[in-house]
């Protein structure tokens, strides 16, 4: 039976850079979530009979939103979905599904690294049909809609065995549970060369993945440990957790401490990775060594010929703004194309489907290829892992053999987070104002507030990260999160470039020091938002 429940609106239901991210106890009031998927279905057309792939990374309330979302789905029309078994599938896993299959779209349940458990964090994204997270376009439609929701509709069906792989029917629909590896797992091995990194286990080489209680623990125990021959408990935190065990699942040096401890050290394991809540952001470290994301960005492309998929080259690199300029070397140097845009895998889309970039990263620990439409945490394990085989070095003399060939670009983001929202609003208002008043100064080349000419749709998006760019091509960028669910996270990047390999080895806040004081002085940070220093550093 279809139900038609009268409602209300909510105020704020507006997605971020990813989907909505609310507090646990805001998405379980009653009709909140529910509102926000009826909002996706009615801002899309064409959908009646076609498949939704649904799933999550098993956070606190993931197994309540996909029932609902499941019954909704019926309502509304759709003939089939795909759902992970018991709820889950990594964002990567989903995207995947969705392009193989060739379903409508998806909705994927998560809050990607921010914190699990009952008075954690929460999300609700809608992936489209070429598997990416939906264009600014839908999104804003989907606010929209949100704002004049008057009614969802909803079956009153049972729930559906989601431990059971196989089919059921809902009414006239299909719902297939899945198991959520599988189909990863065969992507993974038609674009890796398995066999090599066997070769390199079999040297003695060894790892440790940090799943950090979430998504990638299953998939990383089947791919690292069952497929591939790592030792059993290579994988750490391996089961998907609803409070992710206690862990703030964010892969940086920070919250991956139990691996950065059992790594770094010598003696440690050769390699180290971690991923985070939803599967799509990956930390890679070698003994002594951590690698920026922007330098595994740059790394991953000028070696990417080494691995099967790629082994055709690149058509072109695609980095977000504030993530450094290190890609941009490789881009020139291997003479494709390289883009910069908006913070947002979203804006990656289209790039990747007109074949105009083939690897994209972001510096938030965000690594990703063509083979779908997201980031991917274990697709870049993976693809270091194939270059560590065929190289045959340690991961610190690919970094350091990388910065004598391409220089260096020494880069940190200091994140302040939970500030004051009208506080951190005020800040980079001011430094908007000020912005024809600092070129010149300083040293600064440039002052201005970066804004993306989408070259395939041309698409303008605007406002997104305050620039300012020194004359020997070092940069201090401004920009507000739009990840977190509590107040302001205000990011603060700082970037200098260093050609000559003798200064390559001083240490990265050391090399920054008068960025960093730069930075805090002109948008006067501490007397605007009560903070002396950053809450992290990465």
Partial sequence: MILTVATTPFEGQKPGTSGLRKKVPVFAEPHYAENFIQS????????????????????YFNKDVIQTAIRMAAANGFGRVMVGQNGLLSTPAASNLIRKYKAFGGIILSASHNPGGPDGDFGIKYNAGNGGPAPEKLTDAIYARTKTISSYRITTSPDVDLGRIGETRLGSMVVEVVDPVTDYAQL?????????????????????????GAITGPYAQRILEDMLGFPK????NGTPLPDFGGHHPDPNLVHAKELVDLVMPEGGPDFGAASDGDGDRNLIIGRGMYVTPSDSLAILAANATLTPGYRQGLS?????????CAADRVAEKLKIGCY???????????????????????????????????????????????????????????VTGHWAAFGRNFYSRHDYEEVDAEAANGLMQALREKLPSLAGQNGIA?????????PVDGSRTTKQGIRLIFADGSRIIYRLSGTGTAGATLRVYIE??????????????????????????????????????????T
């Fill in 233 to 236: 408990g290579t994988v750490m």
């Fill in 496 to 537: 200098r470039y260093e050609p000559h390999a003798g200064f390559h080895g001083v240490e990265t806040q050391q090399a920054l020091s008068d960025l960093i004081a730069l930075s805090r002085s002109i948008a006067e940070i501490e007397q605007r938002t009560g903070r002396a220093a950053p809450t992290v550093i």
């Fill in 446 to 454: 440039t002052a201005d507030d970066f804004a993306y000419d989408d």
């Fill in 40 to 59: 996706i279905f009615d801002s899309l057309e064409g959908f009646q009979g076609q498949t939704l792939v649904i799933g999550g990374d098993g956070r």
């Fill in 340 to 398: 910069e845009t908006p913070t947002g895998w979203k804006f990656f889309g289209n790039l990747l489907d007109a074949g105009m970039a083939t690897l994209c990263g972001e510096e938030s620990f965000g690594t990703g290829s063509n083979h779908v439409r997201e980031k991917d945490g274990l697709w870049a394990v993976l693809m270091w892992l194939n270059i560590l085989a065929k190289r045959r070095e340690s991961v610190a003399d690919i």
């Fill in 188 to 212: 993974m091995q038609a674009l890796f060369d398995f066999d090599a990194i066997r070769a390199l286990i079999a040297t003695g080489f060894t790892m440790k993945f940090d799943a950090m």
């Fill in 316 to 324: 072109g690199i695609a980095r977000s703004m504030p993530t450094s």
